[in-house]
């Protein structure tokens, strides 16, 4: 079983920012971590990745604003989002790919909402 505990989210004025963070309760090896949004109306979409080695990847639409981090040994990754814009607005899901004997699991946080007001 693994539990993900969010945190961070809120209401900022446009160009502000925030920081999520996603701690993972769980005795397994943790592959991959990141952080997906999804708008009212709008499918789930990816935000930004970091794998196990530190590699990260972002959407287009986040690239420069958004920074995303992890630290292995608390088994929590950290969303850092600058610049902040009323499309950023959605429920942000931290997500996190578990590694098990030769399977990988995917788990997903309960959701932190992100408003961003103009």
Known sequence: QVQLVESGGGVVQAGGSLRLS???STIFNIRDMGWYRQAPGKQREPVAGITSGGQTNYADSVKG??????DNAKKTVY???NSLKAED?????CNVVIIY?????????QGTQVTVSS
């Not at 604003?65 to 992890?70: D, H, K, N, Q, V």
């Not at 607005?89 to 899901?93: D, E, G, L, Q």
């Open 101 to 109: 004997e030769t399977s990988l699991y995917n788990y997903w946080g």
């Open 89 to 93: 607005t959605a429920v942000y899901y």
């Open 79 to 81: 969303l850092q989002m």
């Open 22 to 24: 996603c701690t993972a």
């Open 65 to 70: 604003r958004f920074t995303i981090s992890r």
